[in-house]
């Protein structure tokens, strides 16, 4: 068993560096397309993509409907635009 | 004191509010122009500060403009109204004036009307400017007193100055009492004339009165004018208590933000205090702050967790307007700024109040 935990797949904690690219989050919160690397986790784009689409409709219960979302992160930028209920969402890693 | 003028403009189409936003701020006195969509947010603007003058349209889902000029007349009795209305009704135009609206404007559909309409609400401003009590406009509520004393009048003149209200006995052309603010007789009737406008009704003469007063109406108008005089040269040190304070709460930090270019609404939310928010221009002030924190603990963790760096800021494009999270050292600050302006203009003005609540 110990030999096997070796070729084990550890999911990582954190990501060692975002990349770039974009992909699409429907209503019911899954991938419909992307742009990111296959090694990008999905679970990582549904997780980006659940907070954008959460916050656009909480900001509407408040009164505050919004139709795009920019957040700026020292390392990066991302951006979402509601599509139907869901979000296209951009991922910009900020160059050094 | 500054003299810039505050209007406020109330209609439920953005595009119509822009407009309007556009050319009265174009206007000779310079004024500040605000919007609201709502009677609702209407309330929430005048609830946070002071404004000269309010332009509401009729026609508005929820609240409609009579509900709120009810509300406006009852406790922002200061601040002039207008109505402007799509719709040509002398029904509409009577029970607007017997409410105590200042002018009755139709929308206007040409340029040339839209030049009209703006003279008409200049008009306004500088008769705003000028003081004066509505009811007889603009008289001075000294020329109001000499001319009912000097038609021996009986009758009991109540003035109201937004939460204050006032009042003066008159008994055969004599002033004979007067009471405001927990003062009476000559102190309540020199506390009455210092308020600057207000509106004043005059109900039925007290008979049971009795005299408090002893001094004549031209001795009491001379002291009073005397003592208004000395108290606008500062030797009085008045502490404000007869200003009219519409709204106008103590915003600390909040101030200079609200007066930041095209800002519709600010909400700072304390990261100490779980429930500890200052708002201006609010309507939600509870759920917004509550909102502002909890998406900003989402956006903090989902930075991370991708190994992002600090959050700098979150802002976003909205149907209504631009809302930005700017995250500080002690607070967060959530702020509206208006629709029209344009996402570098946002981002000036982001900048611009970034400084000031940082310094």
Not at chain 1, 61 to 90: C, H, S, T, W
Not at chain 2, 181 to 197: C, P, S, T, V, Y
Not at chain 2, 267 to 280: M, Q
Request: charged share 25%; glycine share 12%.
């Amino acid at each position: 068993m110990g030999l096997l935990d070796l070729f084990s797949k550890k999911k990582p904690d954190k990501v060692e560096k975002l990349p770039s690219g974009s992909f699409r989050i429907d209503s019911a919160g899954q991938i419909s397309a992307s742009t990111l690397p296959g090694a990008f986790p999905e679970e990582l784009m549904r997780e980006i993509g659940g907070i954008v689409v959460e916050t656009f409709k909480t900001a509407a219960e408040q009164g505050l409907p919004l139709k795009e979302l920019n957040l700026d992160y020292a390392g990066a930028k991302i951006a979402g635009r509601e599509a139907r209920g869901g979000a296209v969402i951009f991922l910009t890693p900020r160059k050094f | 004191m500054s003299q810039e003028r505050n209007i406020l403009i109330v209609d439920d189409e953005q595009d119509v509010l822009e407009l309007y936003q556009a050319r009265l701020s174009k206007l000779d006195s310079k004024p500040r122009v605000m919007t609201a969509d709502s009677g609702k947010r209407a309330l929430a603007l005048l609830a946070s500060e002071s404004f000269n003058l309010l332009i509401t349209d009729l026609n508005m889902p929820g609240m409609d403009g009579f509900q709120l000029l009810t509300i406006v007349r009852g406790k922002y009795s200061n601040t002039r109204t207008v109505v402007m209305s799509g719709v040509s009704d002398d029904q509409y135009r009577a029970r607007a004036y017997g409410m105590g609206i200042d002018l009755f404007l139709e929308k206007p559909g040409t340029d040339d009307e839209m030049g009209t309409f703006c003279d008409c609400v200049e008009g306004v401003l500088m008769r705003e400017a000028a003081g004066g009590f509505r009811g007889v406009q603009s008289m001075s509520l000294v020329d109001l007193i000499q001319s009912e004393c000097l038609a021996g009048t009986s009758c009991v003149l109540k003035i109201t100055n937004g939460p204050m209200v006032g009042r003066i006995w008159l008994q055969d052309g004599d002033v004979i009492d007067a009471e405001a603010q927990g003062a009476g007789a000559e102190d309540g009737f020199r506390k009455i004339l210092e308020w600057r406008g207000g509106s004043f009704e005059k109900l039925p003469a007290d008979a049971g009165r009795e005299r408090a007063i002893f001094n004549s109406y031209q001795g009491l108008l001379l002291d009073s004018a005397q003592t208004l005089d000395m108290a606008e040269a500062g030797d009085l040190g008045l502490d404000g208590e007869g200003d009219a304070v519409e709204g106008g709460e103590n915003l600390g930090r909040l101030g200079p933000i609200s007066r930041c270019s095209g800002v519709e609404l600010v909400l700072s939310v304390d990261s100490a205090e779980p429930h500890g928010t200052r708002a201006w221009a609010v309507e939600n002030e509870a759920s917004l702050g509550a909102w502002t924190r909890e998406r900003m603990e989402r956006f903090r963790s989902l930075g991370d967790k991708l190994n992002l760096g600090q959050l700098k800021q979150a802002s976003g494009v909205g149907l209504k307007r631009h809302v930005a999270l700017l995250p500080g050292a002690e607070s967060t600050l959530c702020v509206g700024i208006q629709r029209s302006f344009s996402q570098s203009e946002v981002r000036e003005t982001l900048k611009e109040i970034s400084v000031k609540w940082g310094s």
